[in-house]
């Protein structure tokens, strides 16, 4: 009997094995979207991609995590992908009005979500408003994100420059009133 079974196992090899031979490799598993990019120092302006003009930019966004409710400020350069928790924040924009207009900071943002090496999910691609976070929201069962400001390597106005170092201009007396009846209460 142990030989039939075995003969069996055999006979059963042989036929099998050419159409194994035959047969197209299994495909591998399609390669998971690349995961953020380690930075080996706190986010910087200086790492955004620069723009047109070549300024840096960074957007400044809170993060909630609403299982343990802590909020952590995450920086962001513009083109660089940042993890919060399981996110994978991308911010491709991001504008602050000067200060003499009504405050304003919007943020184009893309989110997505996922274990590092695996397929990342999107779960978030809009513009954000700081001083309207629920006018778009991410809508996510453990993160809330929203905009809070942004930074720029863009220098500030300029200051007026100071006055022309010339000669001093001369010295006018100052006029004396002309005279007149002293006035009431003071002594001649």
């Known amino acids: 009997m142990?030989?039939?079974?075995?003969?069996?196992?055999l006979a059963a090899a042989a036929f099998t094995a050419p159409a194994?031979?035959?047969?197209?490799?299994?495909?591998?598993?399609?390669?998971?979207?690349?995961?953020?990019?380690?930075?080996?120092?706190?986010?910087?302006?200086?790492?955004?991609?620069?723009?047109?003009n070549g300024v840096h930019r960074m957007v400044i966004l809170r993060g909630l995590d609403k299982v343990t409710g802590r909020a952590i400020?995450?920086?962001?350069?513009?083109?660089?992908?940042?993890?919060?928790?399981?996110?994978?924040?991308?911010?491709?924009?991001?504008?602050?009005?000067?200060?003499?207009e009504p405050p304003e900071t919007t943020a184009f943002i893309q989110i997505d979500d996922g274990k590092p090496g695996d397929q990342l999910k999107r779960v978030f691609s809009g513009w954000m408003f700081a001083s309207t976070p629920a006018l778009s929201a991410l809508e996510h069962p453990v993160y809330d994100v929203w905009v809070i400001t942004c930074k720029t390597d863009q220098p500030g106005p300029a200051e007026p420059p100071p006055p022309a170092q010339g000669p001093a201009p001369a010295k006018v007396p100052d006029e004396e009133p002309p005279p007149g009846p002293p006035p009431p209460g003071a002594s001649p």
Do not use: Q
Not at 2 to 9: E, G, V
């Open 73 to 100: 400020d995450v920086a962001v350069p513009i083109g660089v992908p940042v993890r919060f928790g399981s996110l994978t924040i991308t911010a491709r924009y991001c504008y602050t009005v000067p200060p003499e």
């Open 2 to 9: 142990k030989h039939i079974l075995s003969l069996a196992l």
């Open 20 to 52: 194994l031979m035959a047969a197209p490799a299994p495909k591998a598993p399609a390669p998971a979207s690349p995961a953020a990019p380690v930075l080996n120092h706190p986010p910087a302006v200086s790492d955004a991609v620069p723009d047109k």
